[in-house]
Nanobody, 121 residues
């Protein structure tokens, strides 16, 4: 019912930048909070950043000052601008969207397919 398509991952040197995008499509009535998670091999998936309907956002301490989450409600898209990237940022990044479908009566969580971010010299 709701599909999320991610893009923007890749290989970058330490100190470089990447911008991730996640576009939601389908039978969407409304979208609530959106966020980005990441998971490195053998590690738990962690919440990186969230952004709420009014534009307020939260970040995990390790990315504060380096990452910026934003959203374009007209395009049902959430972005993650990643600057000053470090090797520890290497992971698969997943977007997450809480959405209400046209036929639903509660919000559900939907996940993107994941995009690889590798920070290496």
């Amino acid at each position: 019912q709701v599909q999320l398509v991610e893009s923007g991952g890749g290989l970058v040197q330490p100190g470089g930048s990447l911008r991730l995008s996640c576009a939601a499509s389908g039978s969407i009535r409304s979208i609530g909070v959106m966020g980005w998670y990441r998971q490195a091999p053998g590690k738990q998936r962690e919440l990186v950043a969230t952004i709420f309907n009014g534009g307020s956002s939260n970040y995990v301490d390790s990315v504060k000052g380096r990452f910026t989450i934003s959203r374009d409600n007209a395009k049902n898209t959430v972005y993650l601008q990643m600057n000053s990237l470090k090797p520890e940022d290497t992971a698969v990044y997943y977007c997450n969207v809480r959405a209400l479908t046209l036929t639903g009566w509660k919000y559900n969580d939907y996940w993107g397919q994941g995009t690889q971010v590798t920070v290496s010299s």
